[in-house]
């Protein structure tokens, strides 16, 4: 069965700053999918950033930027220029590929992210 | 476009009863998921429907069951409720399954006492 890891229950970091989140996955399948996904007190989960396995390029979406490490089974989140409406939790999510099907996601334990002024 | 719509926001059951909860994909989504979030246990995935089919389900027990309609709007089902099934509970609707990642509601807080 497949695990997800998020070894940092909590991370602090000052407004402005370059925080990493980090993630490790455990898996016997060689296409899938990796997700970060952040949570505020709101409760909606928030879809953050995606990754293809089979693309070697790392996912960015404009401050949100991804080291994703295959052989290492390793997929890191980067948060450039930190704000403050970025505290939330954030969980690292795994699917594994299945055609035109969805097999669930599997979820870290989540990372709870506090912002500094 | 409206987002994921689950119903209701919060709830309150006696142990023994049953719960019913509702969610309302995006428009034009045809996949549905629910997951159950605990302090304990984290997000665990319940169950997908697809086109009024279950497609996959998690380790839960047969207690928890589901449904989907024709307009893709879902439910799920509790029964015989246990103090352990107080959750948050949420639903997520995507396009074209797993690719694409899901859009998730706000959930329905549900305690059982």
């Known amino acids: 069965a497949q695990t997800v890891t998020q070894s940092q229950p909590e991370m602090s970091v000052q407004e402005a700053e370059t925080v990493t989140l980090s993630c490790t996955y455990d898996?016997?399948?060689?296409?899938?999918?990796l997700f970060w996904y952040k949570q505020p007190p709101s409760r909606q989960m928030i879809l953050v950033i995606r990754?293809?396995?089979?693309?070697?390029q790392n996912a960015t979406e404009n401050r949100f930027s991804v080291n994703f490490q295959k052989a290492a089974k390793s997929f890191s989140l980067k948060i450039s220029d930190s704000q403050l409406g970025d505290a939330a939790m954030y969980f690292c999510?795994?699917?594994?590929?299945?055609?035109?099907?969805?097999?669930?996601?599997?979820f870290g334990k989540g990372t709870h992210l506090i912002i500094q002024p | 476009k409206a987002g994921v719509t689950q119903t209701p926001r919060y709830l309150i059951k006696t142990r023994g009863q049953q719960v019913t909860l509702s969610c309302s994909p995006i428009?034009?989504?045809?996949?549905v998921s629910w997951y159950q979030q605990t302090p304990g246990q984290g997000l665990q995935f319940l169950f997908e429907?697809?086109?009024?089919?279950?497609?996959n389900k998690g380790n839960f027990p047969g207690r928890f069951s589901g449904r989907q309609f024709s307009n893709s709007r879902s439910e799920m089902n509790v029964s015989t409720l246990e103090l352990g099934d107080s959750a948050l509970y949420l639903c997520?609707?995507?396009?074209?399954?797993?690719?694409?990642?899901?859009?998730f509601g706000s959930g329905t807080r549900l305690t059982v006492v």
């Open positions: 428009s034009g989504h045809r996949s």
């Open positions: 990754q293809e396995a089979y693309k070697q």
């Open positions: 898996t016997s399948e060689s296409d899938y999918y």
């Open positions: 429907y697809f086109s009024e089919t279950q497609r």
């Open positions: 997520a609707s995507s396009s074209q399954g797993t690719a694409y990642g899901y859009t």
């Open positions: 999510a795994y699917s594994k590929r299945s055609g035109g099907g969805a097999d669930g996601l599997t």
